[in-house]
């Protein structure tokens, strides 16, 4: 570990993300020993300080602030981490690469487009190095979706379809806003189901499937006022409870996305099939080792979905763990992203989805919303 370079962290926001992220920085460098870099906990933000002490203990951080601009100003910082609610990820985002630090970035890249677009416009003036945690994409199943897709044995694409389902907004009694309920607030949030959970769905599909052309959506606020945390006022909810769409992808196929947080007795269901015509893939979070595989070349006495479970060696990620037929979970696919930001710093290649990878991301979403608004189609520029 001593002759490793150091990749010093600056992480700002200690929920979710904050924890996954740093269990990714925390496990990487026993599970991938070869890379040239380490990464240091070198300081964690958030603005409650009790908060903030406990965490910078629990992960072992060797210092904590509380207001992300002093963390940004320290020039024992390489790389800024974002993992605080949508609201921040400009702000910080462009403090960051003007202070020249690496940017990882958590999703979506931003609220609107708009934001999105300066977003890109500093990283492109100041050339700091960056990613965004679409994190989905380094699932060992999804990536070998990828390697499978990319060798052509699927043919050509007629289907994508994609779910990502949930329930924890059913009642009405949930307040909107502040901590905790920040995606329930179109002000913090930018979108509801769309830019918070559709947007891994989007990124996935482009990654998988390429470009997508136009959009026709459906959006639905179900629970049109809730008690704001911030203000203990009735107030009007601004986000999408629920959106399906339907698109054109460049490559002729027809892509259908739906995400809800009202469909009863699913808790974070994603799943995505694709459809060639040669064979087909299906993959599902809730059993995310596997992968699901159809290939119309089999003898058709033995022809069927073949359940493949990805934990051998030479499936992607996997040497890195532990014996073939031995399970991973979710969060391995932050060790995987940290694991590659690494690598790019060794290569000089850029880490996907970069901010301008995710701005495509973005520009689909700001799509679906306005032909969701508009009950028209809209055209991906
Ligand atoms: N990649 C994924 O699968 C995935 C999953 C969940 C969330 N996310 C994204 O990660 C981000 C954070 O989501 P989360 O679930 O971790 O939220 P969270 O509410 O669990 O955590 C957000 C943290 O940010 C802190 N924070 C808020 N404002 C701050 C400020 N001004 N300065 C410092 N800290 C501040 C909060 O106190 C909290 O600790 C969001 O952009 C979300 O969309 C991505």
Redesign the pocket.
Known sequence: MANKKELRIGL?????????HSNGYNRVSNFFPDLEYRPVLQAV????ES?VKTFAEQWGYKSWE???KTLIARDDIDAVD?????N??AE?AIAAANAGKMILC???LSRTLEEGEKMVEIIKKTGVKNTV????RRIPAVTLAKQIIDSGKLGRIFHYRANFLQDWTISPELPQGG??L??LDAAA?GSGVT??LL??CIDTAIWLNGSIEDVSAMTETFIKERVHQASGKVQKVDIDDACIFHCHFDNGSLGVFESTRYARGHKAQYTFEINGENASIRWDLHDLNRLEYFDHNDDSIVRGWRSIHVTDGDQPYMDKWWVPGLSIGYEHS?VHHVADFLKSLETGEPCSPTFEDALVTQKVCEAVIESGKSRSWKTIN
């Open positions: 700002i926001g200690c929920g979710f993300m904050g924890r996954t933000c958030s603005r409650t908060k509380t207001d992300w974002i993992c605080t609610p949508n921040m990820h910080i958590e999703k979506p945690w679409y994190n989905y901590e905790g920040w995606r949030a830019g918070d947007a891994h932050f």
